[in-house]
């Protein structure tokens, strides 16, 4: 795995995930899973789309995601 993904869900991280540390992890990921740290010019526009897609559907996963205790710990 991508060891400069962080974990972006409490506790890990005491706040909400930020669009920018979504964005970064979705990047790690798209650079890890297609080998290319920068894509050609020919395959700019593809791997733009993969970021996008995998910062969606990060941000839906942290959106949905419970985590138990996390509530506890806030409030205490």
Do not use: W
């Not at 669009?19 to 894509?39: C, D, H, M, T």
């Not at 949905?64 to 996390?70: K, L, N």
């Amino acid at each position: 795995m991508c060891r400069s993904i962080k974990t972006l869900r409490p506790p890990a991280i005491p706040e909400k995930a930020t669009e920018e540390e979504i964005r970064a992890a979705a990047l790690q990921y798209v650079r890890k899973v297609s080998g290319f740290r920068a894509p050609a010019a020919h395959n700019q526009e593809v791997f733009a789309a993969a970021v996008d897609a995998i910062a969606e559907a990060t941000r839906d996963l942290l959106d949905g995601i419970q985590v138990r205790g996390a509530a506890e710990r806030m409030t205490a």
